[in-house]
């Protein structure tokens, strides 16, 4: 993981560039009635970007910690927090307590004692290799204690893993050369159990009421957004994330990214799974501030980023890099904008509908398209560029019918909304997640209705259809009158608003951010507008 510093956008385009710059992302592509999300998504130029804790891996990302180093954290915040009859107590006796308190709460009792009796007969064992008599013991474990630690059988060490720890608990069992130890044996010893019990309840009580939320809610507002660097003809890819081949694979060419779009880098693959601490996020006390809310240090960047950039060694096989955004908001997803989609590869099923219309976006955007296909002799992918050739023309009426049907909801409710934005912004009562929701939706109705047209003209040519039909046809007439009648709409609504942008910034209504987005927005759609002002409808006068 590259230091912070090194997070600059000409070094995260310099590591991208030296991976290929060509990254992938496999997607489902299931055909929706109401909005075909991948394809949306494609011909917005952008990608969906979501909190880690939804990942489909129920281990990536997820809350991942080590009950022994947040324990021993929760435990130190107790202790500097509660005042105890032990507050005077000797550091040592105090890490005698952590340790039993620290596996009492995580339910290795047995196994921390069952460690304890082996250090017992291996420390006992060595004096008495060393002819050692019992008054000079402790001496004995003094003098040689790197010698012993340093011999500790594996097993033993798992649970008195410094040699601090290992030397004051060799001196606990001096006592107890011939009696099995339980807990109950310490505790009674040391006469600590109201203490231990006052301290578990406050230690359960921070883990469940500061920490599990502290970090949910941190990781909660970031986002990622997954690539794969495997080439388009990952098999696996296609049958985990591909809809079993039905969906696609996008090809992104990241050497045209000219701007910062979040932290771009490479997933590292372990079988050991990293944790977060109450420390890497900037927790080191309990203090709250005069809102209430728990005072943090600046957290450990650093470590976040590796954690939420580990993954188990099974996955491997994604080669997978991610763009991390931090955001103020939980759970609130983003769209990054991503205009250098370089190709398309569909799979071996999919949709032929979803095909049609990905063709049409294809075409549109200069995207080039490509059908998987089977190798005969191996088990080779292979993939053939598509052309207007490649789609089967009889299939044209129902693809024609799906855009339709695709269109005719969204016009219904754009002409409802279009009237009352207008009158908001005459009004300078605009709202801006409205304006945007509409902008989007605008777009969206502009961009399918074009197709539509396109798709018309494609079937009356393929079928040879006379010009005197269309014009007969009352419907046709309907339905391209009512779809220019909103692009004429759209045309002036968004030049009105397009004046009025600029005063919600001024007055501070929107962010710089907000302002830029509905911008490219009416930019897009004052584009679609001309593209459909200059399309003539077979055997329709527009």
Known sequence: MAKQSDMSFENMKSDIGKAGNLFYQYRACKRDASAIYDIENIRHGQVYARTPLQMNDPFDSMIGFSPEKIYDECIDLVLSQVKLSMGQMDPNMVLILKNILKYRIIGKTVEF?????????????????????????????????????????????????????????????????????????????????????????????????????????????????????????????????????????????????????????????????????????????????????????????????????????????????????????????????????????????????CKRLLWDVCVENGIDCYQLVINSIDYRLEREKLTELSFDEFKEFSYFEFLVTHTSALGEKMENNSKSIIKAAEDSSLKLNTLIDMLTSALDFLSDAYFLKLSFNRYCKNMNTQESEVKENQKIGLAISQINGFVSTAKSGTELIKENLGNLLITQRITLADYHKAKRLLADILELVEKHLALKVFGIET
């Open 113 to 353: 004692i069952t460690a304890l009796n082996k250090l017992k007969k291996y420390i006992f064992t060595q004096s008495v290799i060393s002819h050692v008599s019992p008054a000079d013991f402790p001496r004995f474990v003094a003098g040689n204690v790197d010698r012993l630690y340093k011999k500790c059988p594996p097993d033993i060490k798992q649970y008195f893993n410094n040699k601090q720890l290992f030397f004051i608990f060799s001196l606990v069992i001096k006592d107890y050369k011939n009696v099995e130890i339980e807990e109950k044996t310490i505790i009674d010893a040391l006469n600590v159990e109201d203490s231990l019990k006052l301290l578990e309840e406050k230690t359960v009580e921070i883990r469940d009421q500061m920490y599990l939320p502290f970090i949910k809610d941190f990781l909660s507002k970031l986002t990622v957004v997954c690539f794969s660097a495997s080439g388009w003809n990952n098999q696996l890819m296609w049958a985990h994330y591909a809809n079993s081949y039905s969906g696609i694979c996008v090809e992104y060419d990241f050497e045209k990214m000219n701007k910062f779009i979040g932290f771009m880098c490479p997933v590292k693959y372990s079988n050991d799974r990293p944790t977060l601490t109450l420390k890497d996020l900037g927790i080191d006390k309990l203090e709250k501030d005069e809102s209430g809310n728990l005072k943090t240090a600046k957290p450990d960047m650093k470590k976040i980023f590796s954690y939420l950039l580990s993954k188990n060694k099974c996955w491997e096989y994604e080669e997978e890099w991610r763009i991390i955004n931090i955001g103020d908001k939980p759970y609130t997803p983003i769209f990054i904008d991503t205009p250098f989609i370089k190709s398309i590869t569909m799979g071996l099923n999919l949709d032929d509908m």
